[in-house]
């Protein structure tokens, strides 16, 4: 009974920072309407980042947000405006191909820079958990991944609804005609939103770089939890996305601990599977 | 008057397809000019080219002494071009007053005060201020119509180009529709005005412009227009001798 309470704990706390993974890429899906498969190798890239500030300034991964997070927002905007939104006009594809190539030339690029060797982002909070009972233990790190995950969301529905740019951002998402007549320039709107979609990349990149090895092949695993998250959770709802993690999170870690370590991502990705079949459209489609 | 708006041998086309051609007219400040034609005459189209929704071809349009024809749409509204459409589309996920608000904010440029203030303002004077926290999806097709100005208001535009605001209504509806345009003709605000109900634009307008296969017909007051043979036959048909 414990393991089971234990493995509840533990999915919940990963499935807050699965839900972190996919909502920069559900936003996009929304806004921009592209599949951005480069969404996994960004959050890499993130990783890669804190590890080289933490190298030069000997900073823990942490503190090593406040350079991530504005990088990545400068990274996600210039890829945006410079080569995505002269594509946006040509069909479903060009978008699709460019974010391929971004996803080689990221993986290309950090492997010929960091080597394939195993990275992680260490911090002494990763061997602390706090007592529950005697067999259960919180993972002091899972908790902080969970929660900033949680956070990320939070913050940026807040921000969709409580200023002038988030509403502007919606409303293009709405209808990005009526909004230019409205005068967004909805260019530059789809570069913030890229811009903050990296942003939460970012964060989540750190906190993953911290959780877990990484490599610059890594991408591909998150870009796949990040679907399946963006689907349970529905395309573009923040709120679906969030509870989508946690249904994720949950269905791989409790499954895993019934059926065997094994069987952990093949359980994951039935209940995606149910989900596809069930309700297409996601749990909080738009 | 100071003339607002020049329109120069404007040619417009969907591909291989002309919609618009050697189409030129003038609007001065203030004015109502009201655009009719037979379905499939190009008002529509007229409309997108001006509010930069399409790019012509060829030709110009020259707004308040600069040349737009080349400028996208959201640069037209920060210049002063307001439009609404003929089947509303406001952003349906945001409440009315978010709605008014982009308008607000982004084509205007205001203070953040300024902005809340001109969006009450527009709510109250478009009869909407009461549905301010509606979701804009839920609202009737009147009350959409009325968004749909008070939007376009919002984003305080010199010049307003209105699309059939009183298609699909009932004429009870109509009526309120109407009121709201006398409002809007009563703040000084050239209008460019696409209406199916004639009699409507006749009594309504300083100057009427018929189209007729993308070009003008013919162009003037509202009573020289309606009593020409030109607008008889576009409308009626040419009776065979």
Same mark, same amino acid.
């Given at each position: 009974m414990d393991a089971i309470l234990q493995s509840i704990i533990q999915g919940l706390l990963l499935g807050g920072l699965y839900a972190a993974v996919g909502v920069g890429m559900s936003m996009i899906f929304g806004i921009v309407q592209i599949t951005n498969l480069a969404h996994g190798d960004f959050l890499v890239l993130a990783s890669f980042v804190s590890l080289s500030v933490m190298g030069a300034m000997g900073w823990n991964p942490f503190l090593s947000l406040i350079i991530v997070i504005p990088v990545m927002f400068v990274i996600g905007y210039i890829v945006q405006v410079t080569m995505l939104n002269k594509v946006l006009s040509r069909g479903a594809e060009p978008p699709l191909l460019v974010t391929f190539g971004f996803s080689i030339i990221i993986q290309n690029l950090l492997l010929y820079f960091f080597t394939a060797n195993a990275q992680k982002l260490s911090t002494p909070l990763l061997l602390k958990s706090i007592a529950i009972s005697a067999n259960i233990r919180i993972p002091v790190m899972y908790l902080i991944a969970c929660l900033v995950g949680v956070a990320v969301i939070i913050i940026l529905g807040f921000y969709m609804r409580n200023t002038y740019q988030g509403k502007a951002i919606r409303a293009t998402s709405d209808d990005n005609e009526a909004a230019q007549l409205m005068g967004v320039n909805i260019k530059r709107t789809y570069g913030i939103a890229m811009g903050i979609s990296m942003m939460t990349a970012g964060v989540t990149g750190v906190m993953i770089g911290v959780l877990f090895n990484f490599y610059p092949s890594s991408g591909s695993t998150y870009l796949i939890i990040a679907f399946a998250v963006v689907v349970i959770g529905g395309i573009g709802s923040i709120n679906g996305t969030l509870v989508a993690g946690f249904i994720f999170g949950l269905a791989q870690v409790v499954g895993g601990q019934i059926l065997g370590a094994t069987y952990q991502q093949l359980i994951g990705y039935i209940v995606l599977l149910i989900m596809l079949i069930v309700r297409p459209q996601g749990l909080f489609s738009k | 008057m100071r003339k607002i708006l020049n329109v120069d041998n404007l040619h417009v086309a969907y591909g291989k397809f002309k919609v618009l051609h050697e189409l030129s007219f003038d609007v001065e400040e203030s004015q109502v000019l009201g655009v009719i034609g037979p379905n499939g005459a190009g008002k529509t189209t007229l409309m997108n080219a001006l509010s930069g929704l399409v790019i012509p071809y060829d030709g =110009?349009?020259? +707004? &308040? #002494?600069?040349?737009?024809?080349?400028?996208?749409? &959201?640069?037209?509204?920060?210049?002063?071009? #307001? @439009?609404? !459409?003929?089947?509303?589309?406001? +952003?349906?996920?945001?409440?009315? +007053? /978010?709605?008014?608000?982009? #308008? $607000?904010? !982004?084509?205007? #440029?205001?203070?953040? @005060? $300024?902005?809340i203030a001109k969006a009450v303002e527009v709510l109250k004077s478009t009869s909407l201020y009461e549905k301010s926290d509606t979701v804009a999806g839920r609202l009737t097709l009147l %009350?959409?119509? @009325?968004?749909?100005?008070?939007? $376009?208001?919002?984003? /305080?535009?010199?010049?307003?180009?209105? %699309? *059939?605001?009183?298609?699909?209504? =009932? &004429?009870?509806?109509?009526? *309120?529709?109407? /009121?709201?345009? *006398? !409002?809007?003709k009563g703040t000084g605000i050239t209008i460019i005005w696409i209406e199916h109900v004639i009699k409507t634009m006749a009594e309504s307008t300083d100057k009427l412009l018929c189209l007729s296969t993308g070009t003008g017909l013919i162009y003037g007051d509202p009573d020289y227009v309606m009593a020409s043979k030109e607008v008889e036959e576009v409308y009626l048909g040419v009776e065979e001798e």
């Open positions: - | =110009t349009v020259v +707004f &308040d #002494g600069v040349n737009i024809t080349k400028k996208s749409p &959201d640069e037209r509204c920060r210049h002063g071009i #307001g @439009r609404t !459409y003929q089947v509303p589309r406001p +952003f349906e996920g945001l409440t009315v +007053f /978010e709605n008014v608000l982009v #308008g $607000a904010a !982004y084509g205007v #440029g205001k203070s953040e @005060r $300024a902005v %009350d959409r119509k @009325r968004l749909e100005i008070a939007r $376009a208001l919002a984003t /305080e535009p010199k010049l307003l180009l209105l %699309d *059939e605001v009183a298609a699909g209504l =009932t &004429d009870a509806e109509v009526h *309120e529709v109407m /009121e709201l345009v *006398e !409002y809007l």
